[in-house]
């Protein structure tokens, strides 16, 4: 076998490893202090959170625009101003996605009868919509260097940190709030982190070129996972 071969495997074997040792660990967090939050909480706070979640997750998919998957596929180094066209583009799209959800709080919160308390805090889970642009690049670069362990670290700590602080706000304050509360410190957390691992800011900018070249590898692939999220979630908010 080819030297080079060789230890790209073993890389990938060692990468993925501690990838899924630490997703273990992570999982058992979930669990245990999912019970306590089951003993804090009212079920009605679960299902009101799953409301936003559900708006949160599609926006992200729709945020998207394959963009993200279009840079991982990229064969060769991938150009700043890729990056950079990226970022735009993306924090253009969740800012355009958080003021659609902001306005739209009202007729959300009468559609599934939350009282005053809860759209507020729904309503300020908005700027969730800006997280994941935010730390699309860091997270391309990482994926793109096989880096899947310190992908894994930064998710355990964003969840740890989600969950020690809903845990807190549940008992100090309940309801939703502990919920949306916990999600926002953690999104902070990982967004933090995931540029302290690849550090480099691109700035701010777009190439038509750029663009269109990413749109057109990525949104095929977008479409899928779009797909994908309905089966899987549409059920659950229309019941939430």
């Given at each position: 076998m080819d030297p080079q071969a060789s230890?790209?495997?073993?890389?990938?074997?060692?990468?993925?490893?501690r990838f899924a040792g630490i997703q273990v660990i992570s999982a058992l967090l979930l669990a245990g202090s999912n019970l306590i939050l089951a003993r804090l909480l009212e079920p009605h706070a679960f299902g009101a959170?799953?409301?936003?979640?559900?708006f949160l997750g599609l926006g992200g998919l729709l945020?998207?625009?394959?963009?993200?998957?279009?840079?991982?596929?990229?064969?060769?180094?991938?150009?700043?101003?890729?990056?950079?066209?990226?970022?735009?583009?993306?924090?253009?799209?969740?800012?355009?996605?958080?003021?659609a959800f902001f306005l739209a709080t009202p007729l959300i919160a009468a559609?599934?009868?939350?009282?005053?308390?809860?759209?507020?805090?729904?309503?300020?889970?908005?700027?969730?919509?800006?997280?994941g642009p935010l730390r699309s690049v860091p997270y391309i670069r990482m994926e793109r260097e096989l880096r899947f362990s310190r992908i894994a670290g930064i998710e355990f700590a964003a969840t740890a940190t989600r969950q020690?602080?809903?845990?807190?706000?549940?008992?100090?304050?309940?309801?939703?709030?502990a919920l949306a509360g916990g999600q926002l410190a953690g999104a902070l957390v990982q967004l933090a982190l995931a540029w302290r691992s690849a550090p480099g800011w691109p700035g701010l900018g777009i190439s038509r070129k750029v663009l269109r070249a990413t749109l057109g590898e990525g949104v095929?692939?977008?479409?899928?996972?779009?797909?994908?999220?309905?089966?899987d979630n549409l059920?659950?908010?229309?019941?939430?």
């Open positions: 230890s790209l495997s073993r890389r990938i074997l060692r990468e993925t490893t959170y799953a409301i936003g979640t559900f945020g998207d625009g394959g963009l993200g998957a279009a840079l991982l596929r990229y064969k060769g180094e991938v150009s700043d101003e890729s990056y950079r066209t990226t970022l735009t583009f993306l924090f253009a799209l969740g800012s355009g996605l958080a003021l559609r599934w009868h939350l009282s005053t308390a809860e759209a507020v805090v729904l309503r300020s889970m908005a700027v969730l919509f800006l997280v020690l602080v809903t845990v807190v706000l549940a008992w100090k304050l309940g309801g939703m709030r095929p692939v977008q479409a899928l996972a779009i797909a994908a999220f309905f089966k059920s659950a908010a229309l019941l939430g």
